[in-house]
């Protein structure tokens, strides 16, 4: 198994310009999750799913967006960025009896 | 408001020493408390976990107690290893399985 994986690693955007952050799990799990994570701070939830095709807001969700069309699949859209969305991201997944798993992150930063 | 918090945000410690992280929580209601560890440039880490019906579990080299009646948590690691070092978060589980609060992060240093 992969685990969770994240695309990109790394990535530059202007003020304004939008794009989507791809997360995957081959575990066939339920629950999938993106966090921020900012200097000095612990990991915010964004926003998180339950299973395909439901979703939900988390602590932070204002200027994203979620979907969830597979159980593998779970994109986060940044709508027109912003430099305070300047920050390493994090997806995880778990299912009902396990743990969560999370993937390697991608930093963004927003110029 | 309530939140999960940790009481030093460094800590070093001898190679071979045993390591203590505390983490204070101020909610209540938390019935779950989980462990992870972040290693520079990687995504957390599950350690150990503890449900409020116990106040002390151990993995391997790792013990977590919890203190319900003065709401901490302690991350215990015996004989502290180089690999050891890292950013240890304490969280909460708050509103159902999905819902996770993070602390801010104690960074453990291991001088060899």
């Known amino acids: 198994n992969a685990g969770v994986t994240q695309t990109p690693k790394f990535q530059v955007l202007k003020t304004g310009q939008s794009m989507t952050l791809q997360c995957a799990q081959d575990?066939?799990?339920?629950?999938m999750s993106w966090y921020r994570q900012d200097p000095g701070m612990g990991l915010r939830l964004i926003h998180y799913?339950?299973?395909?095709?439901?979703?939900d807001q988390g602590e932070v969700p204002n200027g994203y967006n979620v979907s969830r069309s597979t159980t593998e699949d779970f994109p986060l859209r940044l709508l027109s960025a912003a430099p305070s969305q300047t920050s390493v991201y994090f997806c995880?997944?778990?299912?009902?009896?396990?743990?969560?798993?999370f993937g390697p992150g991608t930093r963004l930063t927003v110029l | 408001g309530e939140s999960v918090g940790l009481h030093l945000p460094t800590l070093s410690v001898q190679e071979g020493d045993n390591s203590i992280i505390n983490c204070a929580y101020s909610?209540?209601?938390?019935?779950?408390f989980i462990w992870y560890k972040q290693e520079s440039g990687k995504g957390p880490q599950f350690i150990i976990d503890?449900?409020?019906?116990?106040d002390k579990r151990q993995g391997q080299r790792v013990t977590v107690l919890l203190n319900k009646t003065v709401k901490h948590l302690s991350l215990q690691i015996a004989a502290t290893q180089p690999g050891d070092s890292a950013v240890y978060f304490c969280?909460?589980?708050?509103?159902?399985?999905?819902?996770?609060?993070f602390g801010t992060g104690t960074k453990l240093q291991v001088i060899p």
């Open positions: 799913s339950v299973g395909a095709g439901i979703t």
């Open positions: 909610n209540s209601a938390s019935d779950y």
């Open positions: 575990m066939n799990h339920e629950y």
């Open positions: 969280a909460e589980n708050l509103g159902g399985y999905q819902k996770v609060t």
């Open positions: 995880a997944s778990r299912s009902l009896s396990d743990t969560q798993y």
């Open positions: 503890i449900r409020s019906n116990m």
